[in-house]
Structure formats: structure tokens, C-alpha cells
């Protein structure tokens, strides 16, 4: 579930209230049908999203701005970046499975079961992400006193730039073991998911 990650950078002088790292997250489907597991498989290779990074479809994604509103305060000789607001705008894109009434429950289940991880791996990026800008905010505020202004921009430019590069790390890394670890975890939930059924914690999927 490899997703492009939309690194819109934009850096403006202007006045703006200190705060934490703002998130923006809305979300959006695509509808699939199918009666078998190999018809919902099927259905997610032809209507995911596609993915530019890899150049295929994919059962969900998530699409990333981060915006970087700085500030600056000059005395003589030096310039400071005063505040530093960043927000990060997610659109996060799922599957909605269009189920038929005949559908068998083990692939209410299978499906119930997946929808959930692929939900729950499309959110570690949008949490990855807001991590990433709250260390990038702390680290413009931190940053040190430059000589003059442009210099303070250049400087808010090359901490900007490593965040983000360390940030595109980060989801590279958690789609890998993610990746790797699909098939077990998967049947791990599905063991875990049937066992709360049993015991009446869990209504049977509908």
C-alpha cells in the first residue's frame, strides 16, 4: 500500500499565532462489488488508487501537503525566524465494498477484517506525517540567529527540506515491513476477529 506523498512546501513571511502543527485529514471512497474473494481482489487491482510512485493501484492511500508558515523578527545584525506554524493537509482514500445480499460470511469477514487494516495503515501515515511536522515546527523555532533575513529563509529552507526527506524515510520504511508482514498479520486478525464472534464480544458480520 505504497503511496505517493504530495510534499507541497510553502514558506511565506508573515505574522502568524504560535500553535502546535496543525492537521487537516478528509476522506474518500471508491466503491467495489464482488461476491468472492477473488472478485473483491479483482476489484481493488482495477478501481484503487494509482499510485504515481509506483505506477500501480492500490487498495487505499494517502495524499500529503505540508504548508510551513514562518515568521521573522530582525534587530541589527541578525534575523530570527520568530514562529513557525505547519499544517499538513491528508486526504486519506478507501474502499467501500458494495456488498451482495448473498454474499457468504467468510467473505463478510475477510472483508470486514481487511477493511479495518487497510483503514488503520492508511491512518499510521497520516500520523507518521504529523509527527514529522510537529518535529519540523520545533525545529524551525529552534532554530539559531542569522546574520540577516535571507540567510534565516535559506536556513528554514535546509531544515525544512531534511524533515521532509527523513519524513519520506519514515513511510518508505513503514510500507516495507508493513508489506512484508501483510499475509500473517492479516491471518492473525482474522483468528483474533473470529474468536471475539464466538464469545459473543463481537457481532458476526452482517
Request: net charge positive.
Amino acid at each position: 500500500m505504497k503511496r505517493s506523498l504530495f510534499c507541497a512546501l510553502l514558506i511565506t513571511l508573515a505574522a502568524v499565532p504560535a500553535n502546535a502543527a496543525n492537521l487537516v485529514k478528509t476522506y474518500s471512497y471508491f466503491a467495489i462489488g464482488g461476491r468472492t474473494l477473488e472478485d473483491i481482489e479483482q476489484q481493488l487491482a482495477k478501481h484503487g488508487p494509482q499510485v504515481k510512485s509506483t505506477g500501480s493501484r492500490h487498495p487505499g492511500a494517502t495524499q500529503m501537503a505540508f504548508t510551513t508558515r514562518i515568521s521573522y523578527a530582525s534587530q541589527a545584525g541578525s534575523c530570527r525566524i520568530a514562529d513557525a506554524v505547519v499544517t499538513v493537509k491528508v486526504k486519506v482514500i478507501l474502499p467501500e465494498w458494495r456488498r451482495p445480499r448473498k454474499a457468504d460470511a467468510d467473505v463478510r469477514l475477510f472483508w470486514d477484517t481487511l477493511s479495518a487494516d487497510i483503514k488503520r495503515h492508511e491512518d499510521r501515515h497520516v500520523e507518521i506525517a504529523k509527527n514529522h511536522a510537529r518535529a519540523l515546527e520545533d525545529a524551525l523555532k529552534a532554530s539559531y540567529p542569522q546574520k540577516d533575513c535571507n540567510a534565516a529563509k535559506a536556513k528554514a529552507a535546509e531544515i525544512t527540506a531534511a524533515e521532509l526527506a527523513r519524513h519520506d524515510q519514515d513511510q518508505v520504511r513503514f510500507d516495507r515491513v508493513e508489506g512484508a508482514n501483510f499475509e500473517s498479520r492479516i491471518l492473525r486478525l482474522l483468528h483474533y476477529r473470529m474468536e471475539r464472534i464466538e464469545s459473543g464480544r463481537l457481532p458476526p458480520p452482517a
